[in-house]
């Protein structure tokens, strides 16, 4: 079984726990970073688009360069925290449809629900809804926090009380 | 005739800074454009000699301005900045988020948008990757606050120093009367931009209280509250000491694997959950070292000397009218106390950070409008501009004014503008100015020409969600534009 596990910032240790938990350990597992371009393109070249401004950026590491060491970084750091063999790859798009192509191939995908801690549709975040929509694969939607109340904190309709 | 070739010379300038052909700069463009225009006529050489003297200062002063900043920058100021908003922050995005707010609006206030922009957001990005927080909510939050929350102070935006030389008003004056409506904008900023990226904002997992349902014990007084530790080796257990241990479930398939056939099972070892695997001995590749600090290795104080000097600037700014000194010398005083103490390593470095080009271009671009609005084009604004200084009138002057520079961009919509609105009550300049400040946020580029423009460009450019963007931008503006207009409205009243 190949296991894709998207490694995101904020969620991706309860993304790694729950792998390491639940996945035999034949399973190929994969972690995913994706880099997103939409800020590196704002922090990079923010003065493209404004009238006659033609700056230069101030030098120092170039925003690809640091975005991308830092995910390394995230990577590895998730990889110790699986403890097994696992291959590591970093992306850099618009993240929920860098997720989607890259679980192509893959068996089941592993994602954080990336919302408010709460039952209800605002537990699950925008990137993490498109994902789950989209996804060609099975899916494991993690808790990456305890929700705040249990099934009883979900709304009935009056007349179904 | 006058009138057509003025409007063609304009919308010939506007289209080389939008589409930036490399044959022809939009500085050269602009500044060809109004010697044409001169030379056709269109614009007597007095009329064209009276619209420089009056953008001369000023453009004297955005070019001040941005050799400050830029001293800021060889000074240190903005890394600093970033160790600060990253030690604030305590790791928690939401927390930092709060602390980009201040340090952009700050920013934006005292340096400038084009600070903000240039120099404020690559280290906005590079500390929120280090805090292995999402970098989007305050990189978005950079690029929102570089515009709406440059209306306080003359000195926060190019815009602003042209109604300022225009509306004859002191900067103490100017910036009491917009004080409350850019504390509304930026509110507003706050509201929006912190729901709308409430997932990616989320305080980091913890890891305890990650195994929901399952264990009791969701905080833990002895695990590190800060979430680069987590994973260090010792805090990152899936079971903590006094937790009791979970008899292990068979539905769990990870659970059969100790009793594999052919694997020796450790007698007396106790069954934990997720520790089935053996450790691999790849572990000590996590680089626990490097993330210890929660700042950026090259952290350090705030840099007292490069403050001292702005805050004196500002000073200066907010004295000029009493002292009797334009604010110009302020800035360029500033400005050469930066450099003689930070010296640039070149003498281009020096002249790059002033932007030679764009001080060409706002400078052809001034003539350029001023030969349009001498033939009409003032006048027709004038017609569409509402009059008087109730609080429909200011939100139509602002609702007109964005309007505008969301049709051909915020800088020539001011030269426009302030042509029709300088000889009217501060009210109308003032208004004018939150119209074409927050407007540009609706199109995020500043202008729709330039958004049609890059989208044709980058039809297929997959990087960037423009519906994200623009779907942030109908969010914010509107309501802005309204609030902040009431709250100058508020403050006209009260002072």
Known sequence: MRALVWISEGSWEACVDRTRETLASDAEVTLLHVAAADAERLASEPLAERLGRHRPPPPGPAVRELSEAEAQELLAAARARLRRAARTLSLHGRAERVVVQAAADADLLVLAREGHPRLGPGSLGPRARFVVDHAPCEVLLVWPARPEAGVDSIHWPRHMR | ?495
């Not at chain 2, 281009?348 to 609005?373: I, K, N, R, S, T």
């Not at chain 2, 007109?400 to 919509?413: C, E, R, Y």
Request: include cysteine.
């Open chain 2, 1 to 495: 005739m006058n009138e057509a070739i003025s409007l063609v010379a304009l919308a010939v300038c506007l289209a080389a800074a939008i589409a930036r052909p490399r044959w022809a700069p939009d500085w050269a463009v602009a500044a060809l454009a109004a010697a044409a225009l001169v030379a056709l006529g269109a614009l007597g050489p007095r009329g064209a000699g009276r619209a420089l003297s009056r953008l001369g200062p000023t453009v004297g002063f955005l070019a001040a301005l941005l050799v400050l900043a830029d001293g800021c920058r060889r000074a240190g100021v903005f890394d600093a900045l970033g160790a600060l908003m990253a030690r604030g922050s305590r790791g928690r995005p939401r927390r930092l988020l709060a602390m980009v707010f201040t340090v952009a609006a700050c920013t934006t206030a005292v340096l400038s948008l084009d600070a903000t922009i240039v120099l404020l957001t690559p280290v906005v990005f590079a500390t929120a990757s280090r805090l292995r927080t999402s970098p989007r909510p305050h990189v978005y939050a950079c690029s929102h606050l570089a515009n709406s929350a440059s209306l306080v102070l003359p000195v926060s935006n190019l815009t602003n120093l042209l109604a300022f030389a225009a509306a004859g008003i002191s900067f103490a004056r100017f910036a009491s009367l917009m004080a409350l409506p850019w504390l509304v904008a930026i509110a507003v900023e706050w509201l929006v931009l912190s729901r709308a990226f409430a997932g990616e904002l989320r305080i980091p997992s913890d890891p305890a209280k990650a195994r929901s349902g399952l264990a009791a014990q969701a905080s833990d007084p002895s695990r590190p509250r800060d979430p680069r530790r987590a994973w260090e080796p010792g805090a990152e257990e899936p079971v903590q000491p006094g937790e009791p241990v979970e008899p292990v479930e068979p539905v769990e398939p990870g659970a059969e694997e100790p009793v594999r056939p052919g694997e020796p099972v450790e007698p007396g070892e106790p069954v934990e959950p997720g520790a089935e695997e053996p450790v691999e001995p790849e572990r000590p590749e996590a680089p626990a070292g490097r993330l210890e600090p929660l700042e950026p290795p090259h952290a350090r104080e705030l840099p007292a000397f490069a403050l001292g000097v702005v805050a004196v600037t500002l000073a200066g700014f907010a004295a000029s009218s009493l002292l009797g000194v334009a604010p110009v010398w302020f800035a360029a005083a500033g400005a050469a106390l930066l450099t003689v103490r930070h010296r640039p390593s070149s003498a281009a470095e020096l002249v790059g950070a002033a932007e030679p080009a764009f001080l060409v271009f706002v400078l052809g671009l001034g003539v350029v409008v001023a030969a349009a609005g001498a033939d009409g084009l003032s006048r027709t604004v004038d017609a569409v501009l509402p009059r008087g200084g109730s609080l429909g009138a200011l939100v139509g002057v602002a609702a007109v004014s964005a309007a505008l520079a969301n049709l051909v961009n915020n800088l020539p919509a001011t030269l426009i503008v302030v042509g029709a609105v300088a000889s009217s009550a501060p009210g109308s300049v003032l208004a004018m100015l939150i119209g074409v400040n927050v407007g540009p946020n609706l199109t995020y580029v500043g202008s729709l020409a330039t958004l049609l423009w890059r989208r044709v460009v980058h039809a297929h450019d997959e990087e960037v969600n423009l519906r994200e963007f623009l779907t942030l931008g109908v969010a914010t503006v509107p309501i802005t534009l309204v609030a902040a207009t009431a709250a100058l409205w508020l403050a006209l009243r009260v002072t």
